[in-house]
Each structure stands twice: as structure tokens, then as C-alpha cells.
């Protein structure tokens, strides 16, 4: 299935956690990038599990979680002729590879990470898991030698950390890693919850009317829009307007993939309601056909088996090589 991953090419990475419903802020910020970009790169996709981990998940509910996150992939249009989708903890390499980088990760970085400590003070406890979390996924990157890691906003700073933790093995111990370049998407790195646009629209936040999620039902998406929080005017106004307003727009721009002068030509001075209006028939009319490929690849779970057990054998090699050549570098094994 597909070409046998040879880095010819550059390599692409990114990953998404099974941790609830994709909703339209992964879709723009990551999943769509990852489409647009995937047939120019080796590419690699990952469920990451063993990150969701790092708070407590229902077993049951998380494979449940794993398999959706895979056919959502393929409903988005990755193409799994070409790319390669990998559930994280079916490649050992992964866990391995982490706790050789956590040797050479000093906790001050960790304890810098924002998302650790927005997380953190959510939890009553909170696990080790959570604050190694970032050393994960510069693993998940740098196993596979990957050159570019297509993310939304909020990853910036987990990307840096991962640069800083290669420069570091490299010099301790030669040239080694592949230093990653993080690519954002032009329109729709960071869409705004639609109840509260000053939060990053999130998986976990609980709030009715935060998010339309990949696969809400065509009345559910509109009702959602049309009680989008905006501000107190009542016509677009592109100079004065307030986040709520950007966020409908940016979400427009991002689906509909207009420039800017249209954007300006055809929203100034509309009406708030026309304008939710608009953004909801958009957003319904794009995630339509997705839901329906979604249908069809879940109804038939020999096909989803055969993706996955293609992803891990195709990276395996790759990632044990890395596994093979950090160890040997350190002083490890025979
Ligand atoms: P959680 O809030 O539960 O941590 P999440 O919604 O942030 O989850 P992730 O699995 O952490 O989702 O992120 C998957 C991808 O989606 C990442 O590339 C991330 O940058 C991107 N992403 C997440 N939220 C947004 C958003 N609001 N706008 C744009 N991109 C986003
Ligand atoms: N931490 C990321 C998910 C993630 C990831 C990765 C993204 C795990 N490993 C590797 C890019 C590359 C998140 O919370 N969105």
C-alpha cells in the first residue's frame, strides 16, 4: 500500500489526540493543512494515544476514540495510499525514544510550557505524564527525522521546545536529529471558541455553543453559529470589529478559502445575522460530504484494520532505526 517510506523526500509529522470530538478549529488548524500539503512530502499522521493518556480516559471510550480519529483522517481527505496513518503506541519506538530525550530535557524547559500549566490547573493531581508531555511529542517528530510539522498556534511552543531538545542531543552527542520547521496554515491556525472568543476554541472544553464539532448534525452546526458570541455593533466593520466577529470571518475564510479583498467586498457592512447566516451554510455545505465519506468508512472496519496495520508496518523500520542510532550514540546497548 503506497510507497515504502525511504526519505527520498522531506518528511512531514503531526499528530492529533483521540480525546473527544475534532472540531472545526483542528480541522482548519491542522487536518486541512495536512491535505493540502501531504502529496508533496512523505507523510505521517498520528493518533496520539499515548498522549491522551496523560489525563484519565474510559478504555472503552478511548478505543472507540482511536478508531473515530482514523476514519475522520480518511474522511478529511488524507490519503492513505500515500500517507501513512499510525496509531502511536502500536510503534514502540515512540515511548522509547521519549524517555532517551527526557535524559537531556531539563525540567526548567517543562516547567515553561503554557499548555502544561493551563492543564495542570484543571487537574486535582497531576501526572508526570502531563508535564513529560512535550518530551513525547518531540519524540513523535524527531523519530521519524521529520523536516516539517503542520500545526495550529497553540503548538508553537511545544515545536520550539522540540528544536531546542535536538540542538541539545546534537551537541552532546553529534549531529544526530533533523531540526523540524513548523508550518501554520495562512487562515485558521487559531479559531476562537464560539461561545467565549477570547479562548482557543478546545476539545475538552465543556461549555454548550464552544464549538461545532466534525460531525454535529446540520441543525446543531447552524444553531451553534447563529449564537455565536459578537459585540455590540451590528454591521462588519473591518476596522473596529471585536474577536467574535474576526473569529466568523476567519472561520468563513478558512472554509470558503477566499483572499482577503473578497472577504472585505463581499462582508463590510453586513448585518451580524447575515453574516452567521453565511458562515453556518458554509461551514454545513464543507462538512456535509465529509460526514457521509465518515459513514462509509466506518461501516466497514476490515478497511480502517488494514489502514492502521499498513501505517505501523510501513514506519516501524524507520522509527527503530532512529531508536537504534540515539542509543548507539549514547553509549546504549551492544
Ligand atoms: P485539547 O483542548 O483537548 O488539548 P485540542 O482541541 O487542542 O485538544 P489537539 O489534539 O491538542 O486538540 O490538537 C490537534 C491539532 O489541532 C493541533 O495541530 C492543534 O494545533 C490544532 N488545534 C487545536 N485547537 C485549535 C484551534 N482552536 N484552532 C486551530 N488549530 C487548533
Ligand atoms: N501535542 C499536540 C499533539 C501532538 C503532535 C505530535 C503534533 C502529539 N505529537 C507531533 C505535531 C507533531 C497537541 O496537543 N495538539
Known sequence: MGFPLGHMIPRVLSGVQPSGNLHIGNYLGALTNWVRIQHDYESIFCIVDLHAVTVFQK????????????????????????????????????????????CVTPMGWLERMTQFKAKAALQESIGDGLFQYPVLMAADILLYQAAIVP????????????????????????????????????????????????????????????????????????????????????????????????????????????????????????RYGDLKKQVAEMVVSKLEPLQARYREITSDSGYLDGVLRAGAEAVTPVADSTVRLVKQRMGLGA
Open 151 to 270: 500545526v495550529g498556534e497553540d503548538q508553537l511552543q511545544h515545536l520550539e521546545l522540540t528544536r531546542d531538545i535536538a540542538q541539545r542531543f546534537n551537541a552532546l552527542y553529534g549531529e544526530t536529529f533533523v531540526m523540524p520547521a513548523t508550518k501554520l496554515p495562512a487562515v485558521g491556525a487559531r479559531i476562537m471558541g464560539l461561545d467565549d472568543p477570547s479562548a482557543k476554541m478546545s476539545k475538552s472544553a465543556t461549555g454548550a455553543g464552544h464549538m461545532v464539532a466534525l460531525l454535529d448534525p446540520p441543525e446543531r452546526i447552524k444553531k451553534t453559529i447563529m449564537r455565536a458570541t459578537t459585540d455590540s455593533g451590528s454591521g462588519v466593520d473591518f476596522e473596529t470589529m471585536g474577536p467574535g466577529v474576526a473569529n466568523l470571518l476567519n472561520i468563513f475564510q478558512a472554509f470558503a478559502d477566499w483572499s482577503n479583498d473578497q472577504m472585505r467586498a463581499h462582508f463590510a457592512g453586513m
Open 59 to 102: 478504555p472503552d471510550e478511548l478505543r472507540v476514540s482511536i478508531r473515530d480519529l482514523a476514519a475522520l483522517f480518511l474522511a478529511s481527505g488524507i490519503d492513505p495510499k500515500h500517507s501513512r496513518i499510525v496509531v502511536q503506541s502500536s510503534v514502540p519506538a515512540h515511548a522509547e525514544l521519549a524517555w532517551l530525550l527526557t
